[in-house]
């Protein structure tokens, strides 16, 4: 039987995005379907019944939700190209990360984006500050989060590649989140944008984290 | 060299609980050291400086921290007994439950237990009936979680199967988490309790989830 990919997703979702890179850096070839979430398939529902929300692979029939599961997912069943580390401690230690990033730096970056006035907004960017430099010590005589390639370390944290980059563009928004002060997360969010991006990046449209995703 | 295990934890975290259970299920030696959460030792803080939280997993000198990730390098490091299944869609769909658990019942469980008032103590108790729902289907056919024995799933539950017999206990708290409706999970919760618990278990103690723990 020949395979199945199909991936339910929303362009500008940051974990559809997750997704479509791991399927991308493997070369698995999958059907794209766009979702509406203003009004979800009866696909999406009877696929993901349990939170109702994108991105859902379907793999010759069976789903997979939670984009970071689904990022195992694929590393197991697809084995070219390795995303995870061999060894069970780096392992770990990946895991940890990519929790700390939905966890910890989306929240912050919703809030540093869209926070309800000024205060919370500047509040939100000093929280991240600190967040980050746990991020920057990572990369620490590293290329990638996952080495010399990307990983998928790098690929849960698509969002702050491309968040640093605009914030970098729009110069002045704050001084805690500079090239001087993370200078290797801005060469990683470089490198990874021009890696993973394909033709003009929307970064505008990146910056929409939907609370419908996860 | 010999193994160094240590186990930093508190003894009523449900997170705590779940290393404790995987590393006994596989027979690993382990030296449990209880932490003070209102005045955390320098070794809590120097091994898990992001969250500042127990359980941490120190293996030959090198922490690991976050209960799931704690649950799923244990497996990887040590073969015999595995909590996880083999199959990439079983891991997955373990994966997914575990993370269910913890973004989804246990806040449900918190809300139930010490929500403010009674309206939102009920309404918890209503939300918690709907998401047990799908733990019940996740049951069917199924001694544990796991198949025949004890697996991660399980363990994450752990909080579900101990509270599940103290409702019960509690008779007439709420009429939505009955034996009668969930006699799938009522069954697994007594089993799994039966098998986990060393000695009388403190059953008021393991409500005790703390903000600190993760």
């Avoid at 939905?102 to 809030?111: F, G, Q, S, T």
């Avoid at 991240?128 to 989060?145: H, V």
């Avoid at 996952?146 to 969002?159: K, R, Y």
């Avoid at 990683?188 to 910056?207: H, Q, R």
Wanted: net charge neutral; charged share 30%.
């Amino acid at each position: 039987m020949a395979e199945e990919v199909l991936l339910f997703s929303t362009w500008p979702s940051i974990y559809g995005r997750r997704v479509e890179m791991a399927l991308k850096l493997k070369g698995i070839e999958y059907k794209y379907i766009e979702e509406d979430l203003t009004n979800k398939s009866p696909s999406l529902l009877k696929y993901n019944p349990v939170h109702k929300k994108i991105p859902v692979l379907v793999h010759n029939g069976k789903p997979v939700a939670e984009s970071l599961v689904i990022l195992e997912y694929i590393d197991e069943t697809w084995k070219n190209h390795p995303i995870l580390p061999k060894h069970p401690y780096e392992r770990a230690n990946t895991r940890f990360w990519a929790k700390f990033i939905d966890e910890k730096c989306l929240p912050a970056i919703l809030k540093a984006c869209w926070g309800e006035d000024r205060k919370e907004r500047e509040k939100a960017v000093e929280e991240l500050s600190k967040l980050l430099q746990f991020l920057e010590n990572e990369l620490k005589g590293k290329r990638f989060f996952g080495g010399e390639t990307i990983g998928l370390l790098d690929i849960a944290a698509n969002m702050i590649g491309y968040w640093l980059g605009i914030f970098e563009e729009a110069s002045g928004v704050s001084e805690l989140l500079t090239r001087e002060k993370f200078p290797k997360l801005f060469i990683w969010a470089n490198e990874f944008v021009s890696k993973t991006s394909t033709g003009t990046p929307n970064l505008k449209g990146m910056l929409y984290l939907p609370r419908d995703g996860g």
